[in-house]
Each structure stands twice: as C-alpha cells, then as structure tokens.
C-alpha cells in the first residue's frame, strides 16, 4: 500500500522555521520525483518545491524561493521541507506528493504527473 505520511507542522511566530516531513511506504521512493505542495484558506493548491530522484536538483515557487530548502533520504524514505523566515502568508496546509512515472519529473507537475497524496500537515504563522 502507498502511502505518504506528513508530520512537523505546527504553529510558529512570523520570522520563524519549521521542518516538515514525509515518511513515504509501499514503493520505491528512491524512483520518483516528490514534491511538496500547500493549499492556503479561500485560495487554490501552490506547488511549493519539488526534487528530482537523486536529490540534485531541486525546484521552488517564487513565493518561498531562499527561504524554503527541499531535501529527501533515499535510504530512509524520507522527504523533508525546511521552511525559515516565515510569514503569515505561508499559513496552509501542506501535502506530500509523489510524481506518478518512475524517473520523471516536471515543475510544476501537470494533471496527471502526480498520483499520491498525503493527508496533509497544518502550518499557522501567527504572533
């Protein structure tokens, strides 16, 4: 069974950090591009990073680019989103996403280039 298990969210001051992670079960992680992607209240999803199978390159939203640092263990089937100096606009919940082909990857994936989903972890910035 495939399965995307989010944690590390939480609520955090503006100008904060927060690491999220996705441990990941049921396939070959070390096959598919992941990415990370947040849907904020009212608004619609924002693919926010993604990572290529080796972890070599990696791709950001405009909106979090120098702030956001994506990362994943291979070994440990483990994705991770380091997050600094954040802002209350960052504020949504924020789903792991495994891409649907073994090898490939797009930024951002297009409908039908991701498949999994995980159940989300919630990010509040707020004084």
């Known amino acids: 069974q495939v399965q995307l298990v989010e944690s590390g969210g939480g609520l955090v001051q503006p100008g904060g950090s927060l690491t999220l992670s996705c441990a990941a079960s049921?396939?070959?992680?070390?096959?598919?591009?992941m990415y990370w992607v947040r849907q904020a209240p009212g608004t619609g999803l924002e693919w926010v990073s993604g990572i290529n199978i080796g972890g070599g390159d990696k791709y950001y939203a405009d909106s979090v680019k120098g702030r956001f640092t994506i990362s994943r263990d291979n070994a440990l089937k483990t994705l991770s989103l380091e997050m600094t100096s954040l802002k209350s606009e960052d504020t949504a919940v924020y789903y792991c996403v495994k891409a649907t082909t073994p090898g490939l990857g797009y930024w951002p994936p297009p409908n039908g280039q991701h498949d999994v989903w995980g159940q989300g972890t919630q990010v509040t910035v707020s004084s």
């Open positions: 049921g396939f070959a992680f070390e096959k598919f591009w």
